[in-house]
């Protein structure tokens, strides 16, 4: 009787500590080799969870209380330094969008000079289009959800070739969230949103563009 106590003790211990591996969602039980250190899977490397998997925003995701409409013809983008988080992964870019039509391109890069120059910065992800919309976020899902970076200069581009992709910018520069650098313009590089995002990012004059902060951040998850 006492050993059937113990083992059903060790069972309920061995259920109320089990961890998820992220990658897939499966359990990892207590014949797994974790390393408690850092949270990783031994076995395959993988970042371990003790639940489910969390998010958070990183930019400007504010609600404006005070707005101004844009279009542009240019490529443009704007920088911060990431969170010091380990382990996160990126899952979307959003921007707040003001009517318009056609499409517009979206991309994350970390590195470069320092929060005014992405020279040199590499592609995390190239999200592809987005086409225009109403007054309302417009969010573009990661199709790799590739790794972030940990306090590390990171970079949301933006670019539109026909001057009609509308989009919100907050005029009240407190309210610039994340973003540490005033938003800037690539005066060489492509403008086009049929055309892709380098990697990495090469060296171009760049060009002043205002201190408004758009409406515009990516979601990582942790």
């Known amino acids: 009787m006492r050993f059937i106590l113990t083992a059903c003790s060790v069972l309920f211990a061995l259920v109320a500590v089990a961890q998820v591996d992220t990658r897939d969602g499966t359990a990892i039980t207590s014949s797994t080799t974790l390393d408690g250190e850092t949270g990783i899977d031994t076995a395959d490397g993988q970042a371990i969870t003790s639940g489910g998997t969390t998010e958070a925003n990183w930019g400007n995701d504010a609600e404006f209380s005070a707005t101004t409409p844009a279009t542009m013809s240019q490529q443009r983008f704007i920088g911060g330094t990431s969170p010091a988080t380990a382990g996160m992964t990126l899952q979307q870019v959003c921007i707040f969008a003001n009517n318009g039509s056609g499409n517009l391109r979206l991309a994350v890069y970390q590195g470069g000079v320092s929060d005014e120059n992405n020279t040199g910065a590499d592609l995390v992800e ?3 289009t987005i086409a225009a919309g109403g007054t309302t976020w417009t969010c573009l899902a990661s199709s790799t959800n590739p790794a972030l970076a940990a306090s590390t200069l990171t970079f949301i581009h933006w670019k539109a070739d026909d001057n009609t992709w509308g989009y919100q910018l907050d005029t009240n ?10 938003k800037k313009a690539c005066v060489e590089c492509s403008n086009s949103e049929a055309v892709a995002y380098p990697n990495p990012n090469g060296e171009y004059t760049i060009s002043d563009i205002g201190t408004a902060v758009p409406g515009l951040y990516l979601t990582y998850a942790y």
């Not at 520069?173 to 005033?182: L, M």
Request: aromatic share 8%.
């Open 126 to 128: 190239d999200l592809g």
């Open 173 to 182: 520069v407190a309210h610039n969230g994340d973003f540490t650098g005033d």
